[in-house]
Every structure is written in C-alpha cells, then in structure tokens.
C-alpha cells in the first residue's frame, strides 16, 4: 500500500477529527447526482426506444430512392441482410368528407405484405380495395372502419379536364403511432390505387426495406452503398427523420448538462468537506511536511480522502440508481398512464457508455473540487501549520 | 576542526506588526562541527524558536546565508529542501508532536517511508530496544506517557540517521526525571552515531551538555558561561 494511501486511510478513519459529518453530506450529495443522472438518461433512454421502435415500425429500417429503375422487390430480397421489402409510392393529396376535406400524406403500398412489413397497432385489417388511416385522422372525420371515403390527388390533376383524380374506398382499419402529427397526416392505400391515383408518376417512389434482426442498419447503407448505382439513394430511419433524432440527442445532452449541476453542487459542498478535513489536520500536515514530505505526498492524502469521500456517494447512486432501472425493466413497477404514452410502465434502459459516461463526470467534478480544495493547504509553511494548533 | 555541517552566515530576522518591527535575530553566524552538541539558552521571546526553524528550513531569514551538509539552501527549490529536512535534519519538539493516528512504531518509520528508501524497521526495533520501548511499539500516541513519547519523538528524528538533530526546549513539558532520560538519549545518540545536535533550552543544568554553549540575547549568539 502506498504512503499516500495508508496517511489517507489513517486520517480519514480517525476519531479525532475527521470531518465525518460533513463528509457524510459530500457522500449523500454525490450519491443523488449518480442517483438522479442515471434514472434521468435510462428514462430518456427508454422512451427513446419506444419511438425508435416506433419510427422503425412505421417506416422501416431502411429506404431505397432516386433512380431505382432495374430494381424490384424481388432482386432486393436477394440482398443479403434483408428480410422484407415494401414497394411504395408516396404524394400530397386530399381526403374528403362530404362537408370536410384535409390535406394527408397518402402512402401507397403492397396491403399483402402491410402485416408482415409494417409494425403498427391496427385496429381492423389490411387488405385490397381498403384504406387504412390513422387514429386521430378517423377522430376528426368521425369516420370508423367500414365508412367510405373519397381520396384524390390535386398534383395529378389533367389540365383538360380540371378535375383531379379521385377514388372512394372503404376504410379497412385504423391505425395508431403516436408519432408526432403521423396519425393524422399518414394514409396508406393500395399499391394499385395509388399507380392509378398518381397519374404524373410513371414509376415506384422506392423501397422500405427491413432487415434481419443481427444487420446494423449504419453498417448495411455503408456496405452496400457501393453495390447499388450511384443515383439511388439509401437513407435509414434515423436519416429519414434526422430532426427528431437530432432533437432527443440534444433533449438527452440537456439533461447531463443540467443534471450535471448537481453534481457541481455537491462538489462544493466535497470541497467544504476537504477544506474542513485540512483544518482538521493541519498540524497533522506541518509534522509531516517537517519530516520533509513533498506536496505531492500533503496533496495525494487530500486527493485521496476527497476520491474516497466522493466515489463512495457516486458509487452507491451507482448501485442505487442501476437496481432501479434493473428491477423496473423486469417488473414495470412504476406506472404511466396507457392512454397517453401507449405503454403502462415507465420505460427504462441503461446502457454501458451511459454509466462510463456518469462515472467519468463523477470522478472529474470530485479530482477538481479535492484539487482546489487540497491547494491552500498544500502551499502553506510547514512551520505556520503547527503554529496553527499552538 | 571536524567537518561543518551547518554554516550560518549572517543570519537576520525580524517580525513586522504594522510600523513597528522587532529585529530578532542580527547578523547572526555559527557553525556546527559534526558530532558536536550546540546548547543555546535564552529568556522566552530571545529567538531560539525562530533560529532552530530558520536552520531547520521551516522559515527564511530575512538576509544571510545557510549552508547545510553543502547544500546552500537559498538556491533549493521547494522539492530539494524536503529532501533536505528529510535525509539531513531531524527535529524535535517541547511537544512531541507525533501523528496520533499512527503507532509509536509507524511514527518512528514514518521519515523513512517518506524518503522511500529501503526499509529501516530493524533498525527502527533495534533504537525501541535500546530506549526500552519495544513493549509500546505498537501503542498509539495517546497511549504513551509524555517521557515515552518525547523518547518515540526523538527516535523518529534519527531514523533516517540525519547529519543533526534541532531540538526545540525538548524537555520543557517533561518532569525532572523523564527531562534526564531525555538528555541522556541525546548525549548517547551524539556517541553511537555522532549526529550533530543543536539543542535549545532554559535549562543551565541541561545546557551543560553541549560542547559549546551559547545564550541568544538581542539578537546575537554569545558563549555561556
């Protein structure tokens, strides 16, 4: 064991003053900053999941765009890595009640293969000759599944005839995201329909492709980007909606920024701590020095109890703050309500680099306070330091 | 003329409180031979604190020049003169100023961990045995009697067998008896490992151990008769 370590086991577990009270305080405060980051990031971290798993529900894991003559579904599927395609064909158009009319996203696609590709809460079924529209769309046109409804495509509009093409179908199911505006603006129609709706379009707009389960989504783009011609585009969910992701990336470093400031606070209070500790043993530090020690041994002990001080409270927010997210990840025991984030259970997950993260801000914010703290003691006269208790 | 261990030139100090300045110490200068005992009595507030700390490094003069084993201590930076007090000099106080969360024998050892040299803990037995403290090697400080741990004080201070001991008034908190026991350790180191020892004291009786004694009085050193 080393001089520095066995002075700073000494000091700190003395009866004779060792600022055990106030270390008490540094260690609950350290303790709440890990405690409070840790369940704030697995939070985060858990409803991130739950829209990532929704974005990648609704749009798959990957698109294929641009140029895409040659290709099929068919010559896709032959890709390895992937393991269903969904052709599809996407434009502006309008959806209209007798008395009510709204601007929606109307999404042509393959109904055969909608179960199997698309990952969404159906209420009602996918089929030909059906439309499928979303949740709050079928709330303000009071529709339901069963009720017809007319589509048409104002940009496909023949100049001759001045009407643009329209079709009315049935409505098959009613589909819920939760996804920013989708259940309002998306609605999926047939394949066929839209080929036939969509009259400027002399072709697919692209493929959504979904892969095996053990393919990184960045991974296959980059690997397969040199495969395919140049005027194909291939964007994965998270490029398909950048500004969201962007969004929770920057939600999620707020919150280390902010929930760091605890942190900050009990760093304070850690260096009042060491502060008091060297008081506390000032005389002790003068015979030391008399003995010819060097700062660097006055400064290690201080150092060293002010690490201890601190990662005992990091470590146990730590142990505290990980049970939680563990116990809640298995059993749900802290509720939400269903009607509003579509799950009952608050969602929790941690990952490795969130705790490395954690625990390397912990430690840094706890060397700079003992740092500071440690400074003035380390520079006073070894004489003026006995003289102190004189 | 033996060696010199320690070579004062020179030596001025004085202590300002506001517009008024008390000159302590005035072109002070003596030499310590190896092996030899130094004696400086003195009334209280003469000085001898602020000299034993200004030729054990703990303070500066205000001018002259101090030369320890060689070493020209001006020019040693901050690192070099704690190896200096470390391997060169070894102090002694009224109070005995042991670390009270170590045992008489880490107190002891605690010079020696501290240089990082080889271990000295046989030596370390050998020097309890010869001041019959080995039963209280491990004992606590404040499991000793003030006369036990004046003697650990002084055995911490040769451990790292230093060229002179700087002992400040070490028998002014001892009774008549432990106060004997003391000196005679320190007369019975300067023979076995002839350590060079400045000794300050009121004491006439104790100062009549040094091979030269001297009196500080107004700021100047002067032989005791």
Known sequence: MSL??????????????????????????????????IISLAVMNGFESVVNLKLKGFDGDLRISGNIDGLNSDK???????????????????????????VVSLKAVDMNKFDDFYFLAL???????????????????????????????????????????????????????????????????????????????????????????DQNVSSWKKNHRLSLADEITIQTWEDLNRSLVDAMQLERLGAIVILSLIFLVAAF???????????????????????GAPSTLVRGVLLTMGLRKGIKGAISGLIVGVAIVMVQSVTGFIPIPEDIYIINSLPMTLYTSDVITITFIAILFIFVSSW????????????DALQWVK | MGKIILQASNINKSFTNGASKLMVLENLSFALEKAEIITIMGQSGAGKSTLLNIL?????????????????????????????????????????????????????????????????????????????????KDHYPNQLSGGERSRVAVLRAIINEPSMILADEPTGNLDEKNAGKLIDLFIEINKDF??????????????????????????QLRTYK
Not at chain 1, 17 to 36: D, H, K, P, Q, Y
Not at chain 2, 95 to 106: C, D, G, R, S
């Open chain 2, 194 to 219: 002839g350590q060079s020892i400045v000794l300050t004291t009121h004491n006439p009786d104790i100062a009549s151990i040094g091979d030269r004694k001297l009196i500080l009085n107004d700021g």
């Open chain 1, 76 to 102: 896709i599927e032959q890709i390895e890595g992937v393991m269903s395609v969904m052709p599809y064909m996407e434009r502006r158009g309008l959806i209209n009640d007798k008395k009510d009319y709204r």
């Open chain 1, 123 to 213: 209420r009602g079924i996918s089929s030909e000759n059906m439309i499928l529209i979303g949740q709050d769309l079928a709330y303000r046109l009071r529709k339901d599944i069963g009720d017809e409804i007319e589509i048409s495509s104002p940009l496909d509009q023949s100049f001759g005839l001045g009407f643009p093409p329209k079709k009315k179908l049935k409505i098959g199911g009613v589909f819920t995201t939760r996804i920013l505006d989708y259940d309002d603006r998306y609605v999926f129609i047939p394949l066929d329909v839209g080929q036939s709706l969509f009259k400027r379009k002399s072709s697919l707009d692209g493929f959504d492709l979904r892969l095996d389960r």
């Open chain 1, 4 to 37: 520095t370590i066995k002075i700073a086991n000494r000091f700190s577990n003395s009866p004779l003053g060792n600022g055990s009270a106030a270390g008490i305080l540094s260690v609950i405060g350290m303790g709440v900053g890990c405690f409070a980051l």
């Open chain 1, 269 to 291: 209070n850690l260096a009042a701590t060491i502060s008091l500790i060297s008081i506390l043993k000032m005389k002790e530090i003068g015979i030391l020095q008399i003995m």
């Open chain 1, 372 to 383: 500071i703290a440690s400074q003035k003691i380390v520079r006073i006269n070894p004489n």
């Open chain 2, 56 to 136: 054990g490094t703990l303070d500066s003069p205000d001018t002259g020049s101090l030369i320890i084993n060689g070493h020209d201590v001006e020019k040693l930076n901050e690192n070099e003169l704690c190896t200096l007090r470390n391997r060169e000099l070894g102090f002694v106080f009224q109070f005995h100023n042991l670390l009270p969360e170590f045992t008489a024998l880490e107190n002891i050892l605690m010079p020696n961990w501290i240089s990082n040299q080889d271990s000295k803990i046989a030596h370390a037995h050998d020097l309890l045995n010869k001041v019959d403290l080995m039963e209280r």
